[in-house]
């Protein structure tokens, strides 16, 4: 199990060369202790799950709850200011939190499932170097896109040139794809005649950002037209601390699904969050709660879709 934000404390601690100063090294030991028992806490909890239960709100308010206290540990100036937005310190404390959030939703599913930080499928080319070496593999290359979070399936692709000699049945299926468990690289393996690829498949995407401007909405929208170019049943969210946007965006030309502001306020720059006036909102529950309630009812739901469907109902989107 990778927890993200655990990894990148971890990398901070064992650094060769950066953070060795004495300062650094009693700041991560703060942070590590605090750290410790937020992932505890969040690990003793369960739920929620695909099912249900009468208790499912409690359970998020008490998660929710850790992540406030966590983040207000971590927010302070010092530490804002001994690791930079650079170290993504501070940046993948959403996405851990989202792991935490899901975990118990996505065991349901089974253990092939896929949660947390992946490179997921964006589009796939083939570049043989003559004619001679496209009679012997595919020479394919599958272009991989990074996100914050997914929840979705791991895919092996094997690709081969079909052989004339083979029968029919084999010439009609010239390939195959399994869903299997994330590999240890995503490396193209070559086997004789045979490519292995390895992608994820997501499900739902959600991308964490600290505050949401313009410039960023405009990337995530691209991003998600990319995902559901190839993947029309992917789920594209953007969850964010603070916003950044004025009243003149209009969010409906954009492509993503829903945006996420967990304290329900506009952003401030970093420097004047640690003005004595200054009121930061809590982590809001109710935007929590429609958060995982949106996941679990696109997990659980059947995703009909297609021209023949579409055609029986009589409308097509």
């Known amino acids: ?74 927010d302070q100036q010092k530490y804002a200011e001994k690791f930079d937005s650079r170290s993504n310190l501070h940046s993948t404390v959403l996405e851990e939190f989202l792991f935490y959030l899901f975990k118990d939703l996505v065991a349901d599913f089974g253990e092939k499932a896929l949660v947390g930080k992946s490179h997921t499928f964006k589009d ?24 914050d979070f997914v929840i979705g399936a791991t895919v092996e692709a094997r690709l081969f040139i079909t052989d004339d000699r083979q029968s029919r049945a084999d010439a009609e299926n010239p390939g195959s794809v399994g869903i299997f468990e994330a590999p240890a690289s995503y490396e193209t393996r070559i086997e004789g005649r045979v490519e292995r690829h390895y992608f994820d498949l997501p499900a739902v995407v959600i991308e964490c950002k600290t505050y949401l401007d313009k410039t960023m909405l405009e990337g995530s929208s691209r991003a998600a037209e990319e995902l559901k170019a ?11 601390e603070w916003l950044k946007l004025t009243e003149d965006v209009n969010l409906r030309k954009y492509k993503v699904d829903q945006i996420y502001v967990f304290r329900k306020q506009k952003n401030t720059d970093r420097e004047f969050r640690f003005d004595v006036d200054y009121v930061k909102n809590p982590i809001n529950l109710d935007v929590v709660f429609h958060l995982f309630n949106l996941v679990r009812d696109h997990l659980t739901a059947d995703w009909e879709g297609g021209i023949k469907y579409g055609l029986e109902r009589g409308w097509l989107i």
């Open 124 to 147: 796939i080319f083939f570049l043989p170097p003559n004619y001679s070496a496209m009679l012997a593999r595919p020479h394919a290359s599958v272009e991989r896109k990074d996100h």
């Open 230 to 240: 190839r993947n029309p049943n992917g789920l594209y969210l953007v969850v964010m």
């Open 1 to 74: 199990m990778n927890l993200v934000h655990g990894s990148n404390l971890e990398q901070k601690e064992s650094h060769k060369t950066k953070y060795r100063d004495r300062e650094s090294r009693a700041y991560l030991a703060e942070i590590r202790l605090e750290y410790n028992k937020w992932r505890d806490a969040n690990m003793r909890l369960s739920g929620p799950s695909s099912k249900i239960q009468k208790d499912d709100a409690a359970v998020v308010r008490e998660r929710a709850r850790l992540l406030e206290n966590y983040k207000n540990f971590l």
